[in-house]
Each structure stands twice: as structure tokens, then as C-alpha cells.
């Protein structure tokens, strides 16, 4: 747990009690959401697995945010991670989590 002298730790200005930071990799799911919308087909309408993998990324690589992804960063959450701690039952699951993946790419790469 952080310490309250952390300055990794934001103050609210009134209370001056540790303040909500939104989690970078929520905000960008929440982002993601919004754009996708505007993009038929986009994400293949599975909005709950972009926000799996960037879970994931948070938790499992170490990431500052989802905008540190590299290559090596992606080929390890795709073939160490996700398969470790999500079970994909069919090849159609394994297909729209392949999309998703391309469109959450492609998102990162224009914002």
C-alpha cells in the first residue's frame, strides 16, 4: 500500500485526503468504448474482452500505460498470458479476441 507522502499519491485540493486517480488502462477501455461505437464492426462488439487484455496488460507486463505496449510486450500477452488466464473454449473465440486485439491497435496507434 502507498504511503500518503507518496507523491505517486494525488492529494484532493479541499480534503487534502488521497484523491480517485483514474487507472490509465480503465480510461483507455472506456476510450476505446466510445470509438469503437463510431466504427462498425469494431472490436466485433466484444468491448468486455478489449477491457480483458488491457486488464492484463496492467497486471501481467508492467506497463506505465497501454500506450508502452511493444512487440515483445504483445506477443507475450498473447501467447504467455491471455492463454494462462483465460480458457477459449472454441476458434471463434480465439477469431474475435484475434479483432479485437487488431482494432485495440489500431486505436492506440491514432490517439
Do not use: H, N, Q
Not at 469503437?36 to 487484455?53: I, V, W, Y
Not at 472454441?90 to 492506440?108: G, P
Amino acid at each position: 500500500m502507498a504511503k500518503r507522502d507518496d507523491p505517486a499519491i494525488a492529494l484532493d485540493r479541499v480534503t487534502r485526503m488521497p484523491a480517485e486517480v483514474p487507472d490509465v488502462f480503465d480510461a483507455t477501455a472506456d476510450e476505446f468504448a466510445c470509438w469503437a461505437k463510431e466504427r462498425p464492426g469494431a472490436a466485433d462488439g466484444d468491448l468486455d474482452e478489449a477491457r480483458l487484455l488491457l486488464g492484463l496488460m496492467r497486471d501481467y507486463l508492467g506497463l506505465a500505460g497501454p500506450g508502452d505496449l511493444g512487440p515483445g510486450d504483445l506477443r507475450s500477452l498473447l501467447l504467455e498470458i491471455y492463454p494462462r488466464k483465460v480458457m477459449v473454449l472454441d476458434r471463434e473465440d480465439a477469431a474475435s479476441t484475434t479483432l479485437v486485439v487488431r482494432d485495440l491497435l489500431r486505436f492506440m496507434a491514432a490517439t
